[in-house]
């Protein structure tokens, strides 16, 4: 059973914020809400993780909602470099990493 | 930075032969994983390996693979005997550690392995 469910594509202009939606309204107290990326035919890549606070890196901001129930990872100005496909996981820090469908990003000039 | 590299990029066999992927993960990671990603479709769990030895496979993981840590840098994954279907890009990943801050999985670059 899937854990997360995600929008399969998206669009973002160049320079705007990308949002990306996902949902995991069965996340249990001790799972984390994880993204990940792959450009195309390249390993995938790490972005960030949060528990139940909103976190920011380098690369992006996680917006996790109260409930938990569901997240919004955003990149403030994407760029032609940030299309990719996108996945949510929801995990324990302890699971191995396991991968649904993402959300493809197209960013258009 | 530190990464995770795969060698070789590419590897082309003969159905029927025996293949071994290779893998250096972060020096001071502690978990390993492969991955496979068959072209158009999702990336796949195969195996993970800790202290020496498998912690948890797949049902893709079966009599035909196996993974070792020949020494203490290389991680490796063997198929014995290819099959067509096993064309696919497989992804090697290493952790730090589970339990801790810094739980994200690294992943290499990939081999891509046809079969023919």
């Known amino acids: 059973d899937a854990k997360t469910t995600q929008p399969p594509s998206m669009d973002c202009a160049e320079g705007r914020a990308a949002n990306l939606p996902c949902n995991h309204s069965?996340?249990?107290?001790?799972?984390?809400v994880y993204w990940y990326r792959q450009i195309h035919s390249q390993g995938p890549q790490y972005i960030i993780h949060?528990?139940?606070n909103n976190e920011t890196n380098e690369m992006a901001s996680l917006i996790i909602t109260e409930d938990r129930k569901s997240s919004t990872l955003i990149l403030p100005h994407a760029t032609l470099r940030d299309t990719a496909v996108y996945y949510c996981?929801?995990?324990?820090?302890?699971?191995?990493?396991?991968f649904g469908p993402g959300t493809s990003l197209s960013v258009i000039p | 930075e530190p990464e995770v590299t795969q060698t070789p990029s590419h590897q082309v066999t003969q159905m029927g032969q025996e293949v071994i992927l290779r893998c250096v993960p972060i020096?001071?990671?502690?978990?390993f994983y492969w991955y496979r990603q068959i072209l158009g479709q999702k990336v796949e769990f195969l195996v993970s390996?800790?202290?020496?030895?498998?912690?948890?496979k797949s049902e893709i993981f079966d009599d035909q693979f196996s993974v070792e840590r020949p020494d203490g840098s290389n991680f490796t994954l063997k198929i014995r005997s290819t099959k067509l279907e096993d064309s696919a890009m497989y992804f090697c990943?290493?952790?730090?550690?589970?339990?801790?801050?810094?739980?994200?999985?690294?992943f290499g670059q990939g081999t891509r392995l046809t079969v023919v």
């Open positions: 990943a290493s952790s730090e550690s589970v339990g801790q801050p810094n739980t994200e999985a690294f």
């Open positions: 069965t996340i249990s107290g001790n799972e984390y």
């Open positions: 949060g528990l139940k």
């Open positions: 996981i929801v995990k324990a820090s302890y699971d191995k990493v396991i």
């Open positions: 020096s001071n990671h502690l978990y």
């Open positions: 390996f800790y202290n020496n030895e498998i912690s948890e």
